[in-house]
């Protein structure tokens, strides 16, 4: 089985679940629309897009968007959650970040949320995201930031033991590197969130046994 397989396995379990994760709440999709400012007149694309958070949330601030995931269920769910909110001027198509189907410069926006960290080698995405942005456009990353060392490889390991489509965080170094040749950083801003450890456990059905590890290791750590 190959990382994109295991990825597929991974989301086809969480997506019912996944909308209402903690990292979709409206707080954060409302604050991340403002700071991105669109005119309005934007074709835009979010790149493995899941259950579409992003997309349904720029939906109303943009001409039209495009919401591309690997996996059919995520975008199923997106579809549903899309019409219950009667949002007409999105569209759902799966494909694979590596390889994005759509020419050159056809976007003014692209997009992607919480995704790097599941790529294996994210320099390729990274490029596909940047051959279909139109020069000029934006470019939005939202994603984890890798603590430092030693702790980088511990938070790595937990997180494939919980998901095994979990592949690396970058640190924030490892995402400027990427963005430094094309692109003029506009804004760069990190916040802490709080995590339920039960419920994060429980979006990717993570085993008892494997629960149970996790928390006893968080444990130990708590108690130095």
Aim: glycine share 4%; with cysteine; aromatic share 8%.
């Amino acid at each position: 089985m190959n990382h994109n397989d295991i990825v597929r396995r991974s989301f086809k379990k969480q997506a019912e679940k996944f909308a209402a994760y903690h990292m979709s709440k409206e707080e954060y999709t409302k604050y991340l629309v403002e700071k991105i400012q669109t005119g309005g007149t934007e074709h835009a694309l979010e790149v493995a897009a899941g259950t579409c958070i992003c997309g349904r949330a720029l939906a109303p601030f943009v001409k039209d968007i495009t919401c591309l995931d690997l996996t059919e269920e995520m975008l199923e769910q997106g579809k549903k959650l899309a019409a219950e909110n009667g949002i007409k001027n999105i569209s759902f198509q799966a494909g694979n970040a590596e390889d994005l189907p759509y020419e050159a410069e056809t976007f003014d926006l692209v997009i992607t949320r919480l995704s790097f960290h599941h790529f294996a080698n994210p320099g390729k995405p990274f490029a596909e995201m940047r051959r279909v942005l139109k020069k000029g456009g934006k470019f939005v990353v939202w994603d984890m930031e890798a603590v430092e060392e030693p702790l980088r490889m511990v938070n790595d390991e937990i997180e494939r033991m919980r998901d095994p489509s979990h592949a690396r965080i970058l640190s924030r170094a490892e995402f400027e590197q990427m963005f430094q040749n094309d692109f003029e950083l506009q804004c760069e801003e990190a916040t802490l969130v709080p995590v339920s450890l039960k419920s994060w456990m429980e979006l990717t059905d993570t085993s008892d046994n494997v629960q149970r590890e996790i928390t006893d290791r968080m444990k130990a750590d708590l108690s130095g």
